[in-house]
């Protein structure tokens, strides 16, 4: 991401230190110069980071409330929305919509699993959720297993998936059913 706002991806890039400037090729092969102020933030794909939104799920499931279906938004909310958790917004995640669960294959390549989630701001205000990461089987409740509003602060999310087989994210009905239940998970992404 550039200073002005503009976004552009990269096939190579490194760090001129005499000229104190950024020098690379797009993946469009145009040579690329840019102050080394001209970028402030920077996203690795297919490195040591996989987003969860590159990766085909093995399995997900979507308990429809009265009959309505949220699918499963890849880089963006489950509404289709900009992926936003508490006042920033996220390029890479994964959303979902209360009661769900999305299972991804591990097969033991990934050493962490790390996001930032919590309920969507802009779905409203009276959405309520709970959270877990279910680790081959075994349950990792987020915020202490507590119902999450949409006043709640993001949760970090950092859990160990050395050698596990699978990854589960989980969002359960909150005491006002599916309403505005749109969680999302920012950065969504395993490390190797």
């Not at 959720?129 to 993001?154: C, I, M, N, S, W």
């Amino acid at each position: 991401m550039l200073a002005g706002g503009g976004r552009v991806h990269l096939t190579r890039l490194q760090f001129d230190s005499i000229q104190k400037r950024w020098v690379g090729r797009s993946s469009a092969g145009a040579d690329v110069a840019m102050a080394e102020q001209g970028l402030i933030a920077m996203d690795l794909l297919r490195g040591q980071a996989v987003y969860l939104s590159e990766l085909a799920p093995a399995r997900y499931a979507h308990t429809p409330y009265l009959g309505v279906r949220w699918p499963l938004g890849e880089d963006a909310s489950a509404a289709g929305r900009l992926l936003r958790v508490g006042d920033q917004c996220y390029d890479k995640g994964v959303g979902l919509h209360g009661r769900c669960r999305v299972t991804y294959r591990l097969d033991g390549k990934y050493a962490w699993f790390e996001a930032t989630a919590g309920l969507d701001p802009s779905a409203g205000s009276k959405g309520r959720a709970r959270l877990a990461v279910f680790v081959d089987g075994k349950e990792h409740p987020l915020g202490e297993g507590k119902e999450r509003t949409a006043q709640d602060p993001p949760l970090p999310v950092l859990l160990d998936v050395r050698d596990a087989r699978e990854l589960t994210l989980v969002v359960d009905f909150g005491s006002l059913g599916d309403v505005q239940a749109c969680v999302n998970w920012g950065g969504a992404r395993l490390l190797k």
